[in-house]
Structures are given as structure tokens and as C-alpha cells.
């Protein structure tokens, strides 16, 4: 079957969301490789001869790779991917003291009344696994997860909102700084865990601080010479 209606077929097979998602994720993993660098342009009839996919899920990708803070959009030209600086890096190091200090906190306080940690259990099983093998490719998600799921057991939707748009951001910088000791970073992973299973807020939160604070001079200091000031 030829023509427009062969045309209309296959592009309602590829309408369905699981071939946006699957478009983003490739789009995801070429900018984590470098192959989509920083400023470079992402043009719809590019990316579907690219991914064999018409442009529809395409355009949803990039709305969703938008969302996720990988790629900005402007009426001139279009989708490119956002070009991050040390600045960035450095507010997103800050906006992480002030969400996810506090999210460890209300996650330990949620397990002390009867809240669950199975899945973030789940989670640090699949992180502390990633980090054994040494996937340099699965570790970087596996730690996002991580915290997604602390922030998610606070029951806060405000807080999960606030910091969704972020977690893009954070698993594109634990690619970048992937050079860094991970088992240094799985442990703790593990003693932050260890708080929150055990019920205690203020270790949850201490802990939760210091992970995130004593990142952030090698985090920058592994990309001075990667990424531009300002």
C-alpha cells in the first residue's frame, strides 16, 4: 500500500506515546554522548530520517526533552540543545540544598509514620549493581532515580512538581562528571538510605547535605575546562 493513506498508516503507528518516549530517549542518549552538541540545532526532518520516525513524535520528543531542560526552544531557530555553563551547574547544586535536603527529611519522617521504602530499596539495589559492574551508561540513571524516589516518598506534590524539571539536568551532569569515584558517591547513596529506612530525619537531612555540598567542587572542577563560565 503506497500514497497518502499508506502515509496516514504509518504515521498513526507512530503515534502512540511509547514512540515519543523511545525518540526522546535516543535524542537523550546523543546529547549524553556528545553526538547533539551544546547550541547545535535539532531540526524535525533531521531527527526522523535520523530515528525512522515521522515527525510527529519527533515534535513530541523535543517538547518533552524541552520539559526535561536538554533542549530549548525559540520561534527563530527552533529546538537546539541547551548549552549549559559552570553558573548552571553551580544554581543547580544550590536549588539541590534547598529541595532535596528537605526531601530527604520528609522522606524519614514519612517511613516513622508508617510510610514504606521498598521501592527506594528497590532502587539503591539497582544503583549499588550499576556501580559494581561499572556501567558508566546505567549509573548516571540509576542515581537520578535515586532521588526522584526520596523526593516521591515525601508525598509533597509541590515538591516532586518543583523539582522534576531539574532531574533532566542531573542526570545529564552525573554523565558529564562520570569521572568521579561512583562507589564513593553508591555509599553515600547507602547511609542516606540507611537514615530514611531507619526513620531518622535530621541524619536523612545532614547526610543528604553533605552529599550534595562536597559534590560540588569536583562536580565543577571536572568541567572547567567542558563548559563556559556564564
Known sequence: MTGPAATDRRQGQDLGPSTAVRAADEIRRRIFAGEYAPGERLRERDLSEALSISRIPVREALA????????????RRGATVRALTLKDVDELFDLRLSLEVMAARRAAEAVATG?????????????????????????????????????AMTGNRML??????????????????????????CSEHKDIC???????????????????ELGRAPSLASLVDVLPAT
Open 194 to 212: 540507611q537514615a530514611i529506612y531507619a526513620g531518622n530525619a535530621d541524619l536523612a537531612a545532614a547526610l543528604a547535605y553533605s552529599h550534595i
Open 115 to 151: 510510610g514504606g521504602g521498598t521501592r527506594l530499596r528497590e532502587l539503591m539495589d539497582a544503583a549499588e549493581d550499576a556501580t559494581r559492574r561499572g556501567d558508566a551508561n546505567e549509573i548516571p540513571a540509576a542515581n537520578t532515580a535515586l532521588h526522584a524516589e526520596i523526593v
Open 64 to 75: 518533552r526533552l524541552e520539559a526535561d531542560g536538554f533542549v530549548v526552544a525559540s520561534p
Open 160 to 185: 516532586e512538581n518543583a523539582l522534576k524539571p531539574s532531574l533532566g539536568l542531573m542526570q545529564w551532569l552525573f554523565t558529564m562528571t562520570s569521572d568521579r569515584d561512583m562507589r564513593v558517591q
